[in-house]
């Protein structure tokens, strides 16, 4: 239920942002229009999400929940319930600075990650922060019998960075 209320978050907090700018004084200023985010499911793959699970996954609907967010999700059933894994990117037009005060706001701790999009960060409890430009994509993975999902959510992370 946590990792929904930040989502509804985060689309509150997209909603809120504008890309014009306020005139200063009077003057004219040139508002550019930011770089449009990608779709979530041209970030993960079936492919990628395959090799993130270690297993055959099929596609999962998801209509985006009440905010109407972009989420693209992969997942596995086995024959016992405890049997089940997957991995979702949902991605948000708003900057990292925005969407990682929001997650603090909601109270999870953030773990910066180098290397990773413009900046990123880690949460334990709810997954990975990669921001790109005036877009976060967040990482969600859990699998059955995985206690730690950071190392697998980074792999993710880092074989679908360039599509961010």
């Not at 929940?65 to 991995?87: E, F, H, K, S, T």
Request: hydrophobic residues 45%; negative net charge.
């Amino acid at each position: 239920m946590r990792q929904w209320k930040t989502v509804v978050a985060l689309a509150l907090v997209a909603a809120a942002c504008s890309e014009a700018e306020a005139p200063v004084n009077g003057a004219v200023t040139e508002t550019r229009p930011a770089a449009a985010a990608p779709m979530a499911c041209d970030v993960l793959t079936a492919e990628a999400a395959r090799a993130a699970l270690g297993r055959d996954v099929k596609r999962l609907d998801n209509d985006g929940g009440p905010a109407r967010l972009d989420i693209c999700q992969y997942g596995y059933r086995g024959a016992r319930l405890a049997d089940a894994g997957n991995v979702s990117v949902t991605v948000q037009p708003v900057d990292l600075t925005t969407a990682i005060a929001a997650a603090r706001t909601q109270g999870y701790e953030l773990e910066p990650i180098a290397g990773l999009g413009d900046e990123a960060y880690y949460s334990r409890e709810f997954g990975l922060y990669v921001g790109k430009g005036n877009h976060t994509a967040i990482y969600l993975l859990s699998a059955g019998g995985l206690t730690d999902a950071k190392e697998r959510s980074l792999a993710l992370a880092r074989a679908t960075e360039g599509r961010l």
